[in-house]
């Protein structure tokens, strides 16, 4: 049995070290902090998260966690003066998690712990309102039977009838017995257990609680989708009660240092009068803003501590909470959760006003926040004509950006099952929990009646880039029948609908979407830092004219294409190309018709590049892209010379030829290399040479490794290449033995990760196999020859900063990875272990 080590399982917040989150957790930490600064905490303390790691390992409370806690709550009673269990002042406590990484919503909480009839009759002696103690009694049964019993609101709305018709002046003794009494009966009736009525047992109970809900399945679910460790465990803190719901100058509130949907500047939040913070939170009432539903002298004092905390964190914050009797006590602070458009407008004005160094910055934006802020939106006039007719249902409050269209789905389990067959999902809820996670997960959208932006539905809609209305308070679900009506109108589940997360707006049917500018000022000023930091040169892949300007538009250095791939976009590489091999036999007059048709395509392309180098891949017919493109078997089956780079010398010459006529044709000014794949000698390196001179030389040459030995002999293949490009994708299935296409899909990769069958994901992290063969790859780069880097899929952060490691500054990507690219590129050049974090 583990037993408390030297330093116990507790640390009061005064005396607990805010850095050390690992132990105190994210919830610890900033209280510690808070309390430290001098701010006006409840007084409390937290169980670090070794013991939670020990009870589940266990299955018990560790020895001595018990006897800690007591002690504690006899110097909590000392300090606050007040009694647990009793009067004449009782002490009612809150009991939290608090993970070292955030998962909000994800874990239990319990509040108005201790109320038992002793301590019920003197709050309301103290207080002078039993319907209040009434409330709490109720409240608390109901999230103790929830949390700790597993039965959700046993009562339901007769306890809230019940609690409703109590007088303030009424005997409290009777009040509990009869509230108490009721509450009893219905956890009977529907789980057949019982919540303690004495406060240590309660507490022990839901410590306990707290402990186990870190192996719930929301909470699982939450950390395979975020990346998070599941053996870090939660720390559980436990602090002094004070009440929103006790008068009509006390409330709880949520607010944000910046605007977590835009990043706009300025405190954004919402409070709720007469609450405590759980309705804030839970989305089951909706709120108002901060700034009209506050007392003057209370939003002064608050504005002026988050901007104080701000500063001291050099973060934007999320800071819960709660008024009593017009004083202001903050019952937590964490980093806030924010969509991706305002996490890239926070990075870049933080840089602006000198609060973070730029590598700090950018590390607080990851490349997937750049894809989705890069991500389709509406057709703008075909939103404005909806507007104008009858498809706009209902609006509500925007909790996080993006448009999308799907099917209306009203249950999670069946969102996830549409998902699962590739269906676009929206899914509307009346409000949103942490059991509806999985399809919140699976859903391109999210919709709820209620709840405002600091709600369940909008933190964890922010956290997963979804998104995300809240608050539309004309929409009625019904989950039995599956329908939602707006003003008489009704929708089945299944029809289509389109919801944009900015506006708030609802709509009837699909919209057509188009790729957004995606260089706003912020992103465009952010991007600059990392190109500027990493000093690489970044080539984006091109197909067609119009690719030319989005790319130019991302910042690109350059462009790769590909002969293969242009011709299929223009429709003549099935049947032209095709008819060629199959008729001719080998001879340069047999290709002549491919250069001129090569001419043709890539003069226009050439022409929109004008001086920027773009290098070209030879066809490649052996890939799997190949089979594809042909929609037919290998066409090395009939043409087995096809299988070597160089097996029809007069196929690389046509595309030469071509090429020179087309740089020609387009004004002379593009800087063009033919690259060939597969090449894995020095040998092969020269005859490309070879051809090169005998087309005009005016068109570069160069080369693709993909495979083991072209890599350990790249210092001799450079020997006569302009370009050496290195497949990374292609290398790394090459050394597992996989088809490269694997490296492309998630199965079945990602169950044979799960069951341990390999130490290394391939399509994320280079294998130490691999960069040995780029290693060797370095050593070849030289003067007159340009080494880079060909990346196919996704960008990997990991892998990205394994190549600028060693040494790699050239890279070529997919169009739409270039932004991603960057980013990761200027975060590799930043990682060294003593950058600061804050400019001062």
Known sequence: MTVATARGFTLTFGAADPADVDWLGGKGAGLARMTQQGLRVPPGYVIGTPACRTYLREKEIPSGLAEEVFARLADLEQTTGKAFGGGPVPLLLSVRSGAPVSMPGMMDTILNLGLDRAAAVALAGATG???FVADLVARFHAMYAETVLDAPDPGGAAIDALVAAVAPDEEPGAVYD??????????????????????????????????????????????????????????????SMVFGNLSADSGSGVVFTRDPVTGEPGLYGEYLAHSQGEDVVAGTRTPDPVAVALAPAVLDELRATC??????????????????????????????????????????????????????????????????????????????????????????????????????????????????????VVLARPVTSPADLHGMIAAQGIITATGGSTSHAAVVARALGTACVVGASEIVVDEAARTLTVRGRTLHEGADVALDGASGELFTGRFATSTPAAATGALAALLGIAAARSGCSVLARVTLVGDVATAVAAGVDGFVTAVDDVLAATGHLDGLVQNLLDSGDGAASDFQQIAALVAAEFTPLLAAAGDAEIGVRAIDLVADEARELLQQTAVTTRHPALAVPLGRPALVAAQLRGLAQAVADSGGRARVHLAVRHVSDAAEASELRKLSAEAGGTVGVGTYLTSPRGALGAAGIAATSDVVWVEVRALQAAVFGLPARQLLTAEPLDGYLRRGMLSCDPRTTIDPSVHDLLTAVARAQRPGCEVGMRLSGSVSQDAAAQLYELGFRRFAVDLAETRPLVLALGKAASATPTTPTRAD
């Open 129 to 131: 309102d039993a319907r």
């Open 178 to 239: 009869r509230i108490w009494a009721a509450c009893e009966v219905a956890l009977a009736a529907d789980v057949g257990d019982s919540v303690p009525d004495e406060p240590r047992a309660q507490l022990l109970g839901a410590i306990e609680a707290v402990f186990r809900s870190w192996n719930t399945r929301r909470a699982r679910t939450y950390r395979d989708h975020q990346g998070i460790p599941h053996d870090l465990g939660t720390a559980v803190v436990v602090q």
């Open 307 to 424: 901007a104080d905390l701000e500063r001291s964190h050099g973060d934007v914050l999320d800071i819960e909470f709660t008024v009593e009797r017009s004083a202001l006590y903050f019952l937590q602070v964490r980093s806030a959760k924010r969509t991706p458009e305002a996490a890239v407008r926070i990075a870049a004005d933080f840089v602006a006003a000198g609060a973070l160094t730029p590598a700090a910055a950018l590390a607080r934006v990851t490349a997937e926040q750049i894809r989705q802020v890069q991500r389709p939106g509406f057709d703008a006039s075909e939103v404005e004509q909806a507007r104008a007719g009858d498809r706009l249902l209902t609006t509500g409050i925007g909790a996080c950006p993006g448009q999308v269209s799907g099917k209306l789905v009203l249950d999670p389990d069946r969102a996830k099952a549409a998902a699962d067959v590739g269906e676009p």
